[in-house]
């Protein structure tokens, strides 16, 4: 059973821990409810590092976040990667680990991007597989994260929210709804933001990814918003967690991903404010539609 399904009984918001931060997140951390860490920067860390991140996860719930095992594929995740994750999770005892529904290497190659694959049934199989294969080696599911991309799959015989429903169904394992993404990927192909949001198997959620971007225009393509984590969190996206508050009853951990560009420590702050004030006026909402109901 996954862990912060048990852990938590009300809904949390946080930050992902980045070096650049790390003073102020360390001066401040009374002010956060939890903190997200990348798996990969603490995989090959000295033991004295390893344990002070152990230590820090006593004093405050931590989650570790993965970005290279390449779920979402028709390849086996090799062996040696999920062990290695296995070992980075014993040390730390996280709450809940996660990764990405995307594929980063075929044929030996590493591309270095979390790519969509076609969402096709052969592809959702083997994301299951591996996810079974992780949860083996490492002792637990993952929580799988929808992902950004600037190009329709192609080949697909599933739009996004059939092929997230699927491998959630299919594996039983949570969902991180990156809402950024969500509505990155909804304005780039011409869907309705909520109408995506509707589609996920929202019942599923546990942890909620926040984050920014910018508009980019391809030598003769269509304009993309790029989900590039430099940039502060939209109003629009503020406002798909107030509906997915207001729709799911199950606690939401909710972290603000930043990967550079960082402003003053206080505007992130704000920004973890503004989400528990979305967070609030949709569970507001959904009371209210209760006693109605009642």
């Known amino acids: ?87 980075l999770v014993d040390r730390v005892q996280p709450e809940a680990w996660s990764e990405h529904l995307a594929f980063v290497r075929a044929g030996g190659v590493e591309i270095g991007h979390l790519a969509a694959p076609p969402r096709t049934v052969e592809n959702a199989e083997g994301a299951c597989a591996n996810l079974a294969r ?5 002792g637990m599911l993952p929580c799988v994260e929808n992902v950004a991309t600037l190009i ?11 092929w997230v429903r699927t491998i959630i169904a299919a594996s039983g394992a949570p969902l991180l709804l990156d809402l950024h993404n969500l509505y990155a990927n909804a304005l780039n192909f011409g869907c309705a933001p909520g109408d995506l949001l509707l589609a996920m198997p929202l019942d599923r959620v ?36 107030e509906s997915l508050a207001r729709v799911a009853p199950q606690p939401l951990t909710v972290i603000i991903e930043r990967d550079g560009n960082f402003p003053a420590f206080d505007a992130l702050l704000g920004e973890m404010a503004q989400a528990r004030a979305a967070l609030a006026r949709g569970r507001a909402g959904r009371a209210l539609r209760e006693g109605a109901a009642a």
Do not use: K
């Open 1 to 87: 059973m996954w862990r912060l399904m048990h852990a938590q009984n009300r809904d949390r918001v946080g930050l992902s821990w980045r070096g650049e931060l790390a003073a102020a997140t360390l001066e401040r951390i009374d002010e956060l409810d939890v903190l997200e860490v990348i798996a990969e920067d603490w995989l090959n860390v000295p033991r004295r590092r390893a344990a002070a991140l152990a230590q820090l996860a006593t004093e405050r719930p931590v989650l570790l976040h993965g970005v290279s095992l390449g779920l979402a594929s028709t390849a086996p995740v090799e062996t040696w990667r999920l062990e290695r994750m296995a070992r």
């Open 134 to 138: 992780a949860a083996r080696v490492v």
């Open 152 to 162: 329709d799959p192609p080949g697909s015989g599933m739009d996004e929210g059939r």
């Open 206 to 241: 546990s942890i909620v990814h926040l984050s920014g971007g910018r508009w980019i225009s391809p030598p003769g393509g269509a304009a993309r918003l790029l989900d590039d984590h430099l940039h502060d969190v939209p109003a629009d996206v503020y406002a798909l967690l």
